[in-house]
């Protein structure tokens, strides 16, 4: 009949329904999931690169620390093969001073003794003795002032190497240093040229 018709209808409307919400249920579910899915995925990315970004600057800062290291390295190095050179030329030189004293001692040795003879001999003139006398002194007090310069400018040498050692010192510690160090090396870098200076004065 037509009521039985109109119900049938109905109840096919009505499953059609059902099975739309249904659909669209899931529909919802699955871009609600998806929506999850970008967004954990998102976050994992931004947290995967944040952590690359650090991990950059922390090789980066490695790197830079690296080669201020290594750059100290280099300068001391460097100074210290000055240092051994300029030592190596102070010795030559030292040596070759020492050889030249010894000779003028031997030199006014051998006058000493070329005086002391001529005057046993008879007949020898008393103005040549006075002469090789006052020469001898001569020498002697030569001898006796290169000696007392080159001590001089031996402790000159000294103290010269004694403070590239402290300003070296306090270049590659000074930002470790507390301000009570930083007080003391400045004072004996102070010392220790005054103490040159006045060395100096003494050679002049």
């Known amino acids: 009949t037509e009521h039985n018709k109109s119900l049938r209808m109905r109840e096919i409307a009505e499953k059609k329904c059902t099975q739309l919400s ?13 929506q999850r899915k970008l967004k954990e995925e998102s976050e994992e990315r931004r947290s995967e690169k944040k952590a690359a970004q650090r991990e950059a600057t922390r090789m980066l800062r490695n790197s830079h620390r690296l080669k201020i ?27 070759k001073k020492q050889a030249e004293m ?10 000493r003794a070329q005086a002391k003879n001529g ?22 007090r030569e001898v006796e ?12 040498e000294e103290q010269a190497v004694l403070l590239d050692e ?21 004072s004996e870098i102070d010392s220790r040229r005054a103490i040159i200076k006045q060395l100096e004065r003494n050679a002049e």
């Open 22 to 34: 249904a659909e669209i249920l899931a529909d919802k579910k699955r871009r609600a999931a998806l």
């Open 69 to 95: 290291e290594l750059q100290k390295v280099k300068d001391e190095a460097t100074r210290q093969a000055a240092v051994l050179r300029r030592k190596a030329a102070e010795s030559l030189s030292r040596q």
């Open 102 to 111: 010894q000779r003028k001692r031997n030199i006014a040795s051998a006058m």
């Open 119 to 140: 005057r046993k001999r008879p007949g020898s003139s008393s103005e040549t003795d006075e002469r090789r006398d006052e020469l001898t002194k001569w020498l002697e």
């Open 145 to 156: 002032a290169s000696m007392t310069l080159q001590q001089t400018r031996e402790q000159i």
């Open 166 to 186: 402290v300003l070296s010192k306090k270049e590659d510690s000074s930002d470790d240093m507390d301000i009570v160090a930083v007080r003391a090396l400045d």
